[in-house]
């Protein structure tokens, strides 16, 4: 069995909503003897779920998270860095509005945009991350730079396409960099996402500038009650948010 996916298994029992099903379909079945105790295994589950269905929640997560303010290209030197990197977000696979051909995700596409913004920004060349799983036939670089060329007309000299996670978007892409002399880069990727990425370039070597773009936790101009309204959108979210904060403990329990 492919270990990526194994892994992507692990991850969904772990987190929301499947480990709040898990946890009430056990209490319900397991424990008809301990009445308090199933009572509150399922008020938490079911609790918790509202709770991260709710947008103040899903926005504090966030707030945990985007630690890296929104880079100020005007007070950018290009002349102190060697390359922008943007990192993969997942694919949409043979999509047939697009004659069957990968393309990637939403949240790839939003880094796409912000890394060509950059380079008409820097003149900086890009460099783009992003492999392959066990039935992919094409890396994702590979339709990353497609879409950076063709339709923002940007200039991607250098494609990563052999890494799976960001620890690997991070190694491999090290290995293209001290062939070409780049030592210094912008670093592309979601806000939230950065504390990861940042902390495995850096451990590769690289000497990173943040880049981060789409935030989750804006300032709001006052607290509302749709802020409280449980919704898909803030579970999703909050799923995200607490997927990367598993991630980067793991890689800093892993890496040190």
Do not use: C
Not at 32 to 50: D, I, P, Q, T, Y
């Amino acid at each position: 069995m492919d270990e990526m996916f194994v892994r992507a298994f692990l991850k969904a029992l772990i987190l929301p909503p499947f480990v709040n099903i898990l946890v009430l379909v056990a209490a319900l079945l397991l424990l008809r003897r301990w009445k308090v105790l199933r009572a509150l295994l399922v008020a938490a589950s079911l609790g918790s779920l509202v709770l991260l269905s709710m947008p103040i929640v899903s926005q504090l997560l966030a707030s945990q998270l985007e630690r890296y303010p929104a880079l100020q290209w005007q007070a950018i030197n290009p002349e102190d860095y060697q390359a922008i990197v943007v990192l993969g977000a997942g694919r949409y696979r043979q999509a047939p509005e697009y004659g069957g051909e990968d393309i990637p995700k939403h949240l790839g596409l939003e880094r796409l945009r912000y890394a060509a913004y950059l380079q008409r920004k820097t003149g900086l060349p890009i460099l783009v991350s992003g492999g392959m799983w066990s039935d992919d036939s094409v890396p994702e670089a590979e339709f990353m730079a497609r879409i950076l060329e063709g339709e923002f007309r940007g200039r991607v000299p250098w494609r990563e396409g052999i890494s799976r996670t960001t620890w690997e978007n991070a190694v491999y892409s090290r290995q293209i960099a001290e062939k070409n002399g780049i030592d210094k880069v912008l670093l592309v990727t979601h806000a939230w996402h950065m504390p990861r990425a940042v902390y495995s370039f850096e451990k590769a070597g690289f000497k990173v500038t943040p880049a981060p773009t789409v935030f989750k936790s804006v300032d709001l101009p006052g607290i509302g009650v749709m802020d409280f309204v449980p919704g898909i959108n803030a579970l999703y979210n909050s799923t995200w948010m607490l997927h990367e904060m598993l991630g980067l403990l793991w890689y800093r329990i892993s890496s040190d």
